[in-house]
Structures are given as structure tokens and as C-alpha cells.
């Protein structure tokens, strides 16, 4: 069973920061890509970020530049480093070992104009 949890959402201003982190349980963490996805209400949820075991990132382009995805294999633990944040990046964070069927419950950041 893997469990994921998402921690250090909250509301911001436009211009602000944010990190969110992942926690993972299970074994699986170190040798899997893990991913950021993001969603609104009434839209589909769309992917954010990804990074390979071995630390290998990709962006969405609306947040590349912005956000930063990073993980912690000892810690198993994964993080987005949000900056620069816009009223557009409002949205519910889900974390997901990529490919799977394991999603965390979702955590909101809400920024504000």
C-alpha cells in the first residue's frame, strides 16, 4: 500500500511563495518519477511537474521558470517550490507516483490579486 500526503498549502498574494511537500510511505518512492499535477473546479486536472528517480525535471510551460520540483530519496519525500505565484495557479495539488494509480488527497493554494 503507498500512501501520499500533501502538506504547505494555504492562500497567498500574487507574488508570493509557496513549497509544497509530499510525503510518501512504502518502498517505492526511490525508483519511481513522481508528478505535480494541478486542478480547478470544472476543468481537468493538469500535470504541473515531473521528476525521475534520478532527478530529471519537466514543467508545464505556464509554470516553468516559476516552479521548482526537487525530491528527497532518503526522506521519500518530493516538494514544489512554487515563486512567483499568479491568481492563475489557484487550484487543488494533487501528488501522484507517475503513471499509477497512487494519488495524494489534494492540498488547495489559493492566491490572491
Known amino acids: 500500500q503507498v500512501r501520499l500526503v500533501e502538506s504547505g498549502g494555504g492562500l497567498v498574494q500574487a507574488g508570493e511563495s509557496l513549497r509544497l511537500s509530499c510525503a510518501a510511505s512504502g518502498s517505492i518512492f526511490r525508483f519511481n518519477a513522481m508528478a505535480w499535477y494541478r486542478q480547478v473546479p470544472g476543468k481537468q486536472r493538469e500535470l504541473v511537474a515531473t521528476i525521475t528517480p534520478g532527478g530529471i525535471t519537466d514543467y508545464a510551460g505556464v509554470v516553468k521558470d516559476r516552479f521548482t520540483i526537487s525530491r528527497d530519496n532518503a526522506k521519500n519525500t518530493m516538494y514544489l517550490q512554487m515563486n512567483s505565484l499568479k491568481p492563475e495557479d489557484t487550484a487543488v495539488y494533487y501528488c501522484?507516483?507517475?503513471?499509477?494509480?497512487?494519488w495524494g488527497q489534494g492540498i488547495q493554494v489559493t492566491v490572491s490579486s
Open positions: 501522484r507516483v507517475a503513471t499509477s494509480v497512487w
